[in-house]
């Protein structure tokens, strides 16, 4: 089998007889080798999802001719789907406040290959990183929030997002609340690591939180953000368990090291194309 990345298909339509093999028989045609393919019917929304790869070199076209071909079976079927081509590094755009563990943590797996992506800027509302940010040779901008001008600080956000042409922006810790119309404007390219495992714990101190009601497990969740705070579709969580013993020093200490692994594998997730939103939840073919 050829061996010169991928082009991956996304759908997500709703669910009727014929779907895989129409997808499957144009694929044919064209000599396109499927590597992985994924399915899930969701019988609640009646609606179907798909995750194919194509090997990028068994398939005489590029991926805009694909698009082009492939439009006339989505709109036949009423797909909301999407291509790409793994061979194009997608542009992560991380934002942090004063907490580092997470940004070391993603810098790090930057560093040694297993997170194949470029990253064009780290933005933060303080300026204790910028020596750390630049010794890796990466752009740090500094963003203060001031309450009375939130919608401008955001702004610079946007204006600097746009002009990095980023894919996805993760929120590394960053502990200010986006605008609505941010998040409005970058609906599932918005990714948060909330210090919880939501629904649980919403909002601030989730820790504390926790020890007051005596929890026994402590978690991490990553999702899209949207509007609402801390209510967007997860992407993925993780658990460590606690104990009485333990106080609130312990179970920041726990969380951050969930923080950084669940953080680092739904990002993976997003950049590999594995996550379709459905609704308010997502599907995530892993």
Same mark, same amino acid.
């Given at each position: 089998?050829?061996?010169?990345? #991928?082009?991956?298909?996304?759908?997500?339509?709703? %669910?009727?007889?014929? +779907?895989?093999? *129409?997808?499957?028989?144009?694929?044919?045609?064209?000599?396109? /080798?499927?590597?992985?393919?994924? @399915? @899930?019917?969701?019988?609640?929304?009646?609606?179907?999802?798909?995750?194919?790869?194509?090997?990028?070199?068994?398939?005489?076209?590029?991926?805009?001719?694909?698009?082009? *071909?492939?439009?006339?079976?989505?709109?036949?079927?009423?797909? %909301? /789907?999407?291509?790409?081509?793994?061979?194009?590094?997608? *542009?992560?755009?991380?934002?942090?406040?004063?907490?580092?563990? #997470?940004?070391?943590?993603?810098?790090? *797996?930057?560093?040694?290959?297993?997170? =194949? +992506?470029? +990253?064009?800027?780290?933005?933060? =509302?303080?300026?204790?990183?910028?020596?750390?940010?630049? /010794?890796?040779?990466?752009?740090?901008?500094?963003?203060?929030?001031?309450?009375?001008?939130?919608?401008?600080?955001?702004?610079?956000?946007?204006?600097?997002?746009?002009?990095?042409?980023?894919?996805?922006?993760?929120?590394?810790?960053?502990?200010?609340?986006?605008?609505?119309?941010? #998040?409005?404007?970058?609906?599932?390219?918005?990714? =948060?690591?909330? @210090?919880?495992?939501?629904?649980?714990? +919403?909002?601030?101190?989730?820790? @504390?939180?926790?020890?007051?009601?005596?929890?026994?497990?402590?978690?991490?969740?990553?999702?899209?953000?949207?509007?609402?705070?801390?209510?967007?579709?997860?992407?993925?969580?993780?658990?460590?368990?606690?104990?009485?013993?333990?106080?609130?020093?312990?179970?920041?200490?726990?969380?951050?090291?969930?923080?950084?692994?669940?953080?680092?594998? &739904?990002?993976?997730?997003?950049?590999?194309?594995?996550?379709?939103? =459905? &609704?308010?939840?997502?599907?995530?073919?892993?």
């Amino acid at each position: 089998m050829p061996d010169n990345g #991928c082009f991956t298909l996304t759908v997500s339509c709703p %669910d009727r007889v014929g +779907i895989v093999a *129409r997808v499957s028989e144009f694929l044919a045609r064209h000599g396109g /080798w499927i590597v992985e393919a994924s @399915h @899930h019917a969701d019988p609640d929304l009646a609606r179907f999802f798909m995750r194919q790869q194509i090997a990028v070199d068994s398939l005489p076209f590029d991926v805009q001719t694909f698009r082009a *071909r492939f439009a006339k079976i989505a709109s036949e079927f009423h797909m %909301d /789907w999407h291509i790409t081509d793994s061979r194009i590094k997608k *542009r992560v755009v991380i934002m942090v406040s004063n907490l580092g563990h #997470c940004l070391y943590d993603l810098l790090g *797996r930057w560093r040694s290959g297993e997170l =194949n +992506i470029d +990253i064009p800027c780290v933005i933060s =509302n303080h300026e204790i990183f910028r020596s750390f940010v630049e /010794w890796h040779g990466i752009p740090f901008h500094l963003i203060p929030v001031d309450p009375e001008r939130k919608d401008m600080a955001f702004q610079e956000v946007t204006d600097l997002f746009d002009e990095a042409h980023g894919d996805v922006l993760v929120l590394a810790r960053y502990m200010q609340v986006l605008t609505p119309e941010m #998040c409005d404007r970058y609906p599932g390219q918005i990714i =948060n690591i909330h @210090h919880s495992f939501l629904p649980g714990f +919403i909002g601030a101190r989730p820790y @504390h939180q926790a020890y007051d009601r005596g929890v026994k497990l402590v978690g991490a969740t990553c999702h899209y953000v949207t509007s609402e705070l801390d209510q967007g579709p997860i992407i993925e969580q993780d658990v460590i368990r606690v104990d009485h013993s333990d106080g609130p020093t312990e179970l920041v200490r726990s969380g951050r090291d969930v923080e950084k692994s669940v953080l680092a594998r &739904g990002l993976r997730y997003h950049l590999e194309d594995r996550v379709i939103l =459905n &609704g308010s939840k997502t599907v995530v073919f892993r």
